[in-house]
Each structure stands twice: as C-alpha cells, then as structure tokens.
C-alpha cells in the first residue's frame, strides 16, 4: 500500500534549505519503491536551477505556526557571528547562502540510541552567510560553484536517490548517554543546566590542543584539524535551534537567544548536545558537495573526535549537568 502524500502537487509550502526555511512549491512526488516519499521543490524567487526532490521531512505546511518558526530559525542563524564559515572539510566554501539543512521537527524519528525525538535528520548543503527570510531577498540566487565550474543541473530523483548514505557510528559508551539525555529531558521534563560547564567551544578546543600535543603532529595536520573543528562549531550554531532540540527545551533556547544574542549557541549548550548533533550528522554530510575521497577524510576525523569523548566521558557527560524545570516554565511548554 503507497504511503499517504502529505503535501499535493502545487501546493504553497516551507521547505529546509541550509538552515533557513523557505517558501515554495512543491510541483511533483514521488514514492520510491522502499516507500519512502519525495517531493520536487521550487524555492519561490529562484532560479528554477535550484529546483530538487527533498525528503518528505523538509518539506513543512504553509501555516502561521511555521511561518513563526522561519522568522525564528532566521534569528537563531542571524545571531551567528558573520564571518566566512566553514565545512568540516579542508578549503570547502560555498557560494550558496546555505548550510546544513535541518530537517522537520514535527515529525518523529529514531535516534542512534532506539529512542524517540521530535527531530529528523536531513541532508546539508554548505553555507556562507544569510541575511534574509527569504531566497528571493538573500541575493543567493546564483548556484554555488563545484570543482570550479558553476554546477547548473537539476537534481533528477535519479541522482537523489543515488546518493551515497553516510553513517556516523556512535560508541556504545557513548549511546547509553543518548538514552539518558532523552529520559531525562521527555520523561523527567528537566533541561540542561546553561551555559554548560564545559562548553562545545570549549570541548572542540580541548579536542584541538590534545592533537597538536600529539608527537605525530605536524603542520600541515594542524591545518585539517582547524578546519575540521572550525567545521564541527559551525554546525553546530548552525543546526542547533531547528534540528537539536527537544520540544519541551523549545521555551529555554528562545530565553537564551534573549539572553545572550550576539553569542554563539556553541559557546553556551554543552556536550550532550554535541552529542546529538554527531548522532545526526551523517545524512547532512552526504548532501555536501565532498568527494567520495574527502567525505571519508571528514568521517575519519570525526571518529576520532568520539574517540576522544569517550575517553574523556567521565567529564563531559554528567546528569549533575540537568535541572528541574519551574512551574512556569511548564505552562510555557503546554
């Protein structure tokens, strides 16, 4: 039996692209023979060169309550620092006013640990700086430029779909982590203590200083390990507020971008939430641009980052970390 289509060809809809949402069009669908529903996107004031198929998970309804959550991801994004950013790869920059793409929140997904959120990954496209709401406004019209000739094709479902899948494997040390952070925040309704102890600056820092203390470092290693830390920081802000969260810590990180909005998210949530931010990781790097040759460069660096948390479990994962939530906040989430 074909999976119920969500979205009808020619409807008005909000589809993920980078970390913004955008208004668009959805002009055709298709079911894939594992029963897996696509959508082919038109982004409104774009080039039609821009149109491609998308997962059913970024494509959103056309409605107040999402249009509220567009002006949100854009203040969250805004907030970010405006300088060059950088993907978790050496020298890869784009042209596209774009990042790594969230996915749908109101849909419900697996994490690596068997347990349920209120977030789906997605694919990723890398990112400059965005300054708009939307892509007929952003000047980012253009498409970005691959292996130095402007890439002007159309994503065919074909190619959609032969996409490499890319999967980060989460330590079980690790997982069991996961598996609290979700007991704690959906059943217990507590939040993370912010601003972390130890923050993901601060932990990618510390990741950084350990292998320039390395006797195999060199150089030209510690060119790729900034680049790749840079990278991992930049996702981080960059997904934190649409891909990241729980509902019920929806009402927190809207206190804290008040608090605090001309700093970086990674400068204030913590491990646990570099953590979830690994376990989603992998769908949004086989959508970047990166050859086969510098995906497997990234994974490898970034295996070797779970490495190093787990090594150093003890002191970056704490349930001491959490508190209870007040009464107020409680009637804020309902």
Known sequence: MAPKLKFAEGEKVLCFHGPLIYEAKCLKSSVTKDKHVRYLIHYAGWNKNWDEWVPESRVLKYNEANVQRQKEVQRAHSAQPAKTKKTPAKGRKSEAATSSTPAREESRASTPAGKDTETTPAPAKATKTQSKDTPADSGSDQPKKKRGRLDLSIESEEQYLAKVEVKIKIPEELKVWLVDDWDVITRQQKLAILPAKLTVS??????????KSSKLHNQAKESVLVDITEGIKEYFNA????????????????EILQEYPDTPMSQIYGSIHLLRLFAKLGPMLAYTALDEKSLQHV???IQDFLKYMVTNRSTLFNLQDYGNA????HRKVQ
């Open 202 to 211: 601060q932990i990618v820092d510390n990741y950084l200083s350990f292998k």
């Open 239 to 254: 997904t934190l507020g649409s891909q990241l969260l729980y509902k019920f810590e929806r009402p927190q990180y809207s």
């Open 299 to 301: 994974l490898s660096h």
């Open 326 to 329: 007040t009464p107020e906040y």
